[in-house]
Every structure is written in structure tokens, then in C-alpha cells.
């Protein structure tokens, strides 16, 4: 919340900053000499020209669609005529581009080959005449606006096709009276058509799909564990979807669907497709982590599961961030703006999400260290517990009284971390204190049996120690020090016990025992001052 503010403040502050009458690089007399209208019939940009024209199609409002034509307004009954024109044209012919596809620069794309007053927004095609649907922005001088409008040879070309000519599959086949009766300004039959086809297009890829799999899985009796079982059986559903929305798309196009629903679901399919393309990428990704992470299983390579993990969750969060972003823009949402203003207050939100940097960066020295990984045992601080998860802020530790710590990666990182699950052995040590009456033929016994006894078992490092190491008061002492091999906590502590038990076998069978420590105890007799 804090850095939200701060970004507000920040990009109102610069907003009002740059307004400022001193700064300004017009004077207001020159603003009053050009006020920037925006246009009532939103004709300022071609997206958003093409959009309110196929709007005013699909109400049938061809008084308002003649106005998006450059043509001579005055000619009114001839204008409606025209519009009525096109739009049979278009439904049986035309093909306009997915609004995506359409700038919506008030000056239009500057990169697409035409001068920089036009712009293609769509395609006729018959099979005589192929031609693009041209716009060109021009200066309305009563309104003192620049506005988009359908050009006049486009108009021309579209008026020399006669309806007669272009007769398409709907119109031929359908019914007459599915095609008299609208709905949305587009005809009941059409509607039909369009969810019959999606049906079609579904069932008819699923079909596909699965006889490809079956062909695939039997006939090359492939294994359960295939590697390339695993990946389509990730991809069969979203390339499924996928190929459906592309026939759909495919086959609208060609058989004289009205072209505003055509462009309606056009525009629902191009989100539809790229979300699909984005399951397709996610499931991927899952697939190619989870073998990747099975393959180190086999190699005993943990420490590096911890890494996949991380660059899977960072893989799907850009990709959610790129589908946002194509998908906004998709609807018309600028985008780029917002990331410009996003610049603009790029020191208040470095400020306010300074510990969420701080945990992102702690998170990626810990997958570049390795210092832990998920399933190890350590120690930080005065916790020792099991590392569960390992994410892009937080990592989760399961301690020995079953709870579950979530330290910042940003603090953990910081930490003094002793893993216990990297140790390559354990340490057995004891000191063995015998009683002063112990002979030197005793302990030199006992110094060989111990040595004879650690030689001889697999699990201890030919390193071990068993030294005399001297007497104090009370005893003789024996160290005992050697190095168990083993990774696992629960078998070291099995094995120590092993150990213990057979030191005192060794003892007993030498005829000696361990020293007992002893006291002086003082009484006092506080009435007679006596000890």
C-alpha cells in the first residue's frame, strides 16, 4: 500500500509538473488555436474506427455507418445504399484483421509499406478480384479533428463486386427465413452456423487427437515411462483446443458468416488461442522439470531439485506476465503507457518494494549457493528443522516439534545455515575413564582390542584413533574417535549404540571396569562446631 501511494503521488506530481504554464512548450493562445476534439464517433485511430463501424453494422444504423466512408455526406439515400453494399460484400467476401492487428495510434502504423495517412484493416476476395480494405486519415475542418475513414477507391473497388456474383455457402444452403430474422444485427442462421461449427471443430480435432495417440501408444509400443509418451500426453488437450480454434477460424472465413460475428469471435478466439498457447508453454514446462528432476533423483543429485523448482515457479510467472500483458493489449489497453508511468514512479515503487527486491535476491543466491536444499536438515540460528519448500520470497522449514517456520529468503540468506544432510560421515567420540587399579598389560589389552574391533567394521574410516591419553585423579583414561560412514542421522545414531554395547564387552572381557567417580562428603555439626 505504501508503494502504491508513493507511485501515485510521484506520477501525479510529474503529470502536474509537466502542465505547468512555464514549461509548457505551447502558450495557451497557441493551445486555444488547436484544441484537441475527440472525435464522437471514435474514428480517431484505426482500431478503434474499425470497431465502431462494424458496431454501427451490426445495429443496422447505416446513417451513422455511411459517416465512417469518405465520401460526400450530402448524398444521403445513395450513402445508404453503398453501406448496404458493403456489408453484404464483406459478410460473403471480406475479412477484416484481428483487432490486435489494428493500430490504435491516432497516426496509425508508419511501418506497414503505405503512406502515412493509410492503413489496411482487412481483405476482399472473390474469385476474380483480391483487395485490401484501405482507410486513410483525413482533417474534418468544420470539427478541426483529424478522423479515419474508408477510402474512396476501397469504396469503389467493393461497389464494382455485385452481390449476384459472391454467393456464399450460408446463403445457398440456409434457410430463408433463418436468414431474414437478426439477432444482435446478425442472422439467426448464422448464429447456428457459427456454434454448429465450433461444435464440429471440436469433435472433429478430438477425433484427430486421438487416433494419433492411439497410433502413437500401440503401435509403437511405446512404455508408460517414454519420455515422448510424457510430453503429449501433456499436450494432447491444449493443441487439441488449439488446432480446434484455428479450423473454427479457418472455415468462418469461407462460408459467408456475417462479418460482424465473424469479427466478434475473432477477436474471443485470438484471446481464446493465446491462452491456449500459454497451457501449452505451462505444460511443458511442467513436463521437462519433472523429468529433468527424476533424472537427478537417479544421479543423487538433490541439491540441484531445489534450482528446477525455482526456474520452473520463475518460467511460469513470466509466463502469466507476458499473457497479461498480450491479452490487455489485445482489448485495446495500453500497455506501454502503463509501463511507461510504472518508469515514471520507478524510484517510489524500488522504495516501497525494497524487501520484496531484497527476497528475490536472496532466493537467487540460495539457488546459486546451494548452501541447502529441499529435504535437508539444518540449523539457523537456535531452529533446526527440514527444508519443505524453497520459493521465490520465502523458504518453509519443518521443525522437530512438527511446526512450520517461513523465514524471508532475504533474512535466510543471511543466516549462519549449518546443514547437517551435507555431512559425508559422522563422529563417534568417547572417553573411557578406568580405575587406577587397571594394570598397563590391561590397558594395553584393551588398546588393542579396541583397535582390532574398529579395523574390522565396514561402516567406520580407516582414520580412527584409540590413544592412552594420560590419568587425572580419579582415572585412566582411553579416547576413542573415528569417523562413521554413513549420510543418514538415524543410522549413525543405530550404529553408535552398536559401538557402545561392544566397548563394553571388550571391557568386561578384560577383567577391569570403568572408574567411578568419588566424593568427599563433609557433615558439620553446627550446635558443637565438630566435623
Given at each position: 500500500?505504501?508503494?502504491?501511494?508513493?507511485?501515485?503521488?510521484?506520477?501525479?506530481?510529474?503529470?502536474?509538473?509537466?502542465?505547468?504554464?512555464?514549461?509548457?512548450?505551447?502558450?495557451?493562445?497557441?493551445?486555444?488555436?488547436?484544441?484537441?476534439?475527440?472525435?464522437?464517433?471514435?474514428?480517431?485511430?484505426?482500431?478503434?474506427?474499425?470497431?465502431a463501424f462494424l458496431s454501427s453494422l451490426a445495429k443496422q444504423d447505416y446513417t451513422k455507418s455511411s459517416q465512417y466512408l469518405n465520401v460526400d455526406q450530402k448524398n444521403t439515400e445513395k450513402n445508404l445504399e453503398t453501406v448496404k453494399h458493403i456489408q453484404s460484400i464483406l459478410d460473403k467476401a471480406g475479412t477484416m484483421k484481428q483487432r490486435s492487428f489494428i493500430s490504435n495510434d491516432p497516426e496509425g502504423n508508419t511501418k506497414d509499406n503505405l503512406a502515412e495517412n493509410l492503413?489496411?484493416?482487412g481483405t476482399v476476395k472473390t474469385a476474380?478480384?483480391?483487395?485490401?480494405?484501405?482507410?486513410?486519415?483525413?482533417?474534418?475542418?468544420?470539427?478541426?479533428?483529424?478522423?479515419?475513414?474508408?477510402?474512396?477507391?476501397?469504396?469503389?473497388?467493393?461497389?464494382?463486386?455485385?452481390?449476384?456474383?459472391?454467393?456464399?455457402?450460408?446463403?445457398?444452403?440456409?434457410?430463408?427465413?433463418?436468414?431474414k430474422n437478426f439477432v444482435w444485427g446478425v442472422p439467426i442462421?448464422?448464429?447456428?452456423?457459427?456454434?454448429?461449427?465450433?461444435?464440429?471443430?471440436?469433435?472433429?480435432?478430438?477425433?484427430?487427437?486421438?487416433?494419433l495417440q492411439h497410433i502413437f501408444y500401440y503401435l509403437r509400443k511405446v512404455p508408460k515411462e517414454d519420455r515422448g509418451r510424457t510430453v503429449m500426453h501433456a499436450l494432447i488437450a491444449p493443441v487439441q483446443l488449439y488446432t480446434s480454434?484455428?479450423?473454427?477460424?479457418?472455415?468462418?472465413?469461407?462460408?459467408?458468416?456475417?462479418?460482424?460475428?465473424?469479427?466478434?469471435?475473432?477477436?474471443?478466439?485470438?484471446?481464446?488461442a493465446w491462452i491456449l498457447f500459454a497451457w501449452i508453454l505451462w505444460r511443458l514446462i511442467d513436463v521437462f522439470a519433472d523429468n529433468g528432476r527424476r533424472r537427478l533423483i537417479k544421479k543423487g543429485q538433490y541439491g540441484v531439485i531445489s534450482t528446477i523448482i525455482f526456474l520452473r515457479r520463475s518460467a511460469k510467472f513470466a509466463l502469466i506476465t507476458i499473457l497479461t500483458i498480450t491479452i490487455l493489449d489485445s482489448f485495446g489497453f495500453r500497455v506501454t503507457t502503463w509501463l511507461a508511468a510504472l518508469g515514471i514512479g520507478g524510484l517510489a515503487i524500488a522504495l516501497g518494494a525494497q524487501k520484496t527486491v531484497e527476497n528475490l535476491v536472496g532466493s537467487l543466491t540460495l539457488i546459486a549457493d546451494r548452501p541447502i536444499s529441499i529435504g535437508d536438515l539444518c540449523k539457523f540460528g537456535d531452529t533446526v528443522g527440514v527444508v519443505e519448500d524453497i520459493g521465490m520470497r520465502s523458504t518453509r522449514v519443518r521443525t522437530a516439534n512438527h511446526t512450520v517456520i517461513t523465514i524471508p529468503n532475504g533474512d535466510f540468506s543471511s543466516m549462519r545455515i549449518e546443514n547437517y544432510s551435507l555431512r559425508d560421515n559422522f563422529l563417534f567420540s568417547v572417553v573411557l575413564k578406568f580405575q587406577h587399579t587397571t594394570t598397563i598389560e590391561q590397558i594395553k589389552a584393551l588398546l588393542i582390542e579396541f583397535r582390532k574391533?574398529?579395523?574390522?567394521?565396514?561402516k567406520i574410516k580407516n582414520d580412527y584413533r584409540v590413544s592412552f591419553i594420560g590419568f587425572d585423579v580419579t582415572s585412566l583414561n582411553i579416547e576413542i574417535s573415528a569417523d562413521i560412514i554413513t549420510r543418514n542421522f538415524g543410522e549413525s545414531m543405530t550404529l553408535k549404540e552398536e559401538f557402545n554395547f561392544k566397548i563394553m564387552e571388550i571391557i568386561r572381557d578384560s577383567g577391569t571396569s570403568l572408574a567411578i567417580p568419588l566424593y568427599n562428603v563433609v557433615l558439620e555439626n553446627k550446635e558443637n562446631g565438630e566435623n
Open positions: 500500500m505504501r508503494s502504491l501511494i508513493l507511485t501515485l503521488i510521484l506520477f501525479f506530481s510529474v503529470n502536474t509538473y509537466a502542465q505547468l504554464p512555464s514549461l509548457s512548450k505551447e502558450t495557451k493562445e497557441e493551445k486555444q488555436e488547436k484544441p484537441e476534439v475527440s472525435d464522437e464517433l471514435e474514428r480517431d485511430n484505426p482500431r478503434s474506427m474499425t470497431e492503413e489496411k484493416i476474380k478480384k483480391e483487395f485490401y480494405i484501405i482507410i486513410e486519415r483525413v482533417s474534418l475542418k468544420k470539427e478541426q479533428t483529424m478522423v479515419w475513414l474508408m477510402t474512396a477507391s476501397t469504396i469503389k473497388k467493393i461497389k464494382s463486386i455485385s452481390d449476384a456474383v459472391v454467393v456464399s455457402l450460408l446463403d445457398k444452403y440456409m434457410p430463408l427465413s433463418l436468414l442462421g448464422h448464429w447456428i452456423a457459427l456454434i454448429s461449427l465450433a461444435a464440429i471443430s471440436y469433435f472433429l480435432m478430438w477425433g484427430i487427437a486421438l487416433g480454434v484455428v479450423l473454427f477460424l479457418f472455415v468462418a472465413n469461407r462460408i459467408g458468416v456475417s462479418i460482424v460475428a465473424r469479427q466478434n469471435f475473432s477477436n474471443l478466439a485470438e484471446v481464446t574391533f574398529l579395523s574390522e567394521h565396514p
